[in-house]
Each structure stands twice: as C-alpha cells, then as structure tokens.
C-alpha cells in the first residue's frame, strides 16, 4: 500500500503542477496584452484553413510554448486513475486503508467526470472542482506517505498545535487562491503592501464565495466582474499573512524540538511561497511565477502533514 501511495503521490504532485499551468494559462496570466486579455474565456474562435485544415491546427498547436501539458496532462490522469484502482482493490485484500483508498478513488472518478463535462473556467465551481479535489488528493496521500515517520527527538505538545494551525489556514488560504483564481482577480491587486490605497475586503466578498454563479461573457470575450476581485484578493493577502506567520512559527518550534531537516524545509517553503508571492504582484504575474506559487504551496502541504506525523508520533519514543 506505502509503494503505491508513493507512486501515487509523485503523479498527484505532477498533475497538481501542469494542472495549474493549463488553468493559469487559459485565464490569460502572463498575457502580454495584459489587461486586454485577461480573463478572455469567451472569445469567438479564429476561422481555421479550409485547406489542410487538421493539419495546419495540429502543427500550429505544436509551436505554441509548453504545447505538450494538455497530453502529458491526460497521460499522468490516466496513470494515476490506474494506480488509485489497485490501491482500492488492495486496501479490500489486506483489509487495511479501505475508506481512504475509496474517497481517494471517489476523487479520480470525480475529477475525470469534472474534466470531460464542465464547462470550462467561466463556471468558478469547475475550477474550485479541480483544485480542491486536485489538493485534498495530494492530501490524503502525503498522509498516507509519512504517517508512519519516526522523530529523533521528542517533540513538545505545542509543536503539534502550531502545526496542525498551520495546516488548517493553509487549507483556507489554498481555499481563498482557487477562488481568486475562478474570480479572475489575481491581478485586481497591483500594489504592495496595500491593494489600491486600502486592505481590508469591502462588501462583495460573498459574490466572490458564490461558486454557483457563472461569469458574464461581455462582446469582446472578456469575463465581466466586479469588486468582489478585489475583495477576495485581498482576503488571499491577509490569509497569507496569517498563513505566514503560523507556519513560521511552527517551523522553528519544530527547529527547537530538533525534528530534523523537514522543520527547516517547511521554514524554506514559506519564505520562498511569500517572496514568489511577491514577485507575482510585481512582475504582473507572468504565467512561470503563477504556477511555481501553485506548486510551492502543493510542497508546502507535504512538509506540514510530515511535520505533523514527526511532531504526533513523539510518544513513540516515550
């Protein structure tokens, strides 16, 4: 069960990465044209050749930058749905892991079917779909990976409490970036510290929660919106403070409690996440430093669930 969930997890950890090219990249970060294309989910469709038509599409497709995600993309789903399938009949032949081999098996079904018939990023239900189901697998199976890991030293109780904090504002502010995403407000903020003159959400934060709703398509092919863009960006910007600091803080008490190289790597993982952050804002969020932000706080929920089965297994050692 451990060698497939380590497999698993290696093509979770790969999915959740050309995923959040693939989603980024069709929400217009890093256009050039920036504003002008951000947000164009909705465009009409350039008339192709009549001559050669097939053809002329598949070669022009294969010139574009990264033209190999979309397949290489499938190819790992398609693995990865494999290797879900033999941990849920093995978990049932050793008696052992059955509930969470079966959710995670319930997931793959689900994100196959929320791939073939969604209705694309103007629907914010799809996109919070894919990254939630995408994150909550990689979850599950970074727990599966390291629950067994032993500490070399005992750690406190209060390690346990800073991680665990940790974890939960992590998930909230994975939470508030799928949703700055589906809103199409990565980009409603362009100053720093502050968002326009203030940093506080105003009053259409809720709008911005609606995942049932679907964006307006206007005539040039841009997705209409609002100020509830910038009221969930700036939610994301707070929640990451806190998410910042909770982390911190849990690393170098886990330093403290001598829990080896991961408390220094989830130290290294934050700094990091924060300075990509940044540098997003400030360099308009081209489309590399949009997915590294995405694959940053993927490895950063893995080095918290190890830090969490280091600092929940101290008795072991009692």
Partial sequence: MRRLAVSSLLLVIALVSVSAYLRLDNSGIGCADWPD??????????????VGSTYERLALEAQQPLSWATPVHRLVASILGLTVLAMALVSVRVK??????????ALTVFLAW??????????PAVVMGNLGGGFTMLGLLGWMTFRSAKPSSNAPASTKGWVTAALVWLAFQIMTGGLTSANFAASACQTLPDCHGSYLPGGKLSEAFDISRTHEIGPTGLAIGGSERTDIHKLHRLS?????????????SAMQARLGWNAAIVVALVVAELGVGIAAIMTDIPIGVATAHNWLAAMLLLALLRLYALSNNRQALL
Avoid: K, Q
């Fill in 37 to 50: 294309c951000y947000g164009r989910i909705g465009a009409a469709d350039v008339a192709e050749p009549t």
């Fill in 240 to 252: 990451a403070l806190i998410t910042t600091i909770t982390a911190l803080i849990a690393g170098f």
């Fill in 96 to 105: 052992r892991d059955r509930l969470i081999s079966f959710t995670l098996l």
């Fill in 114 to 123: 929320l791939g073939i018939y969604s209705g694309g990023l103007h629907n």
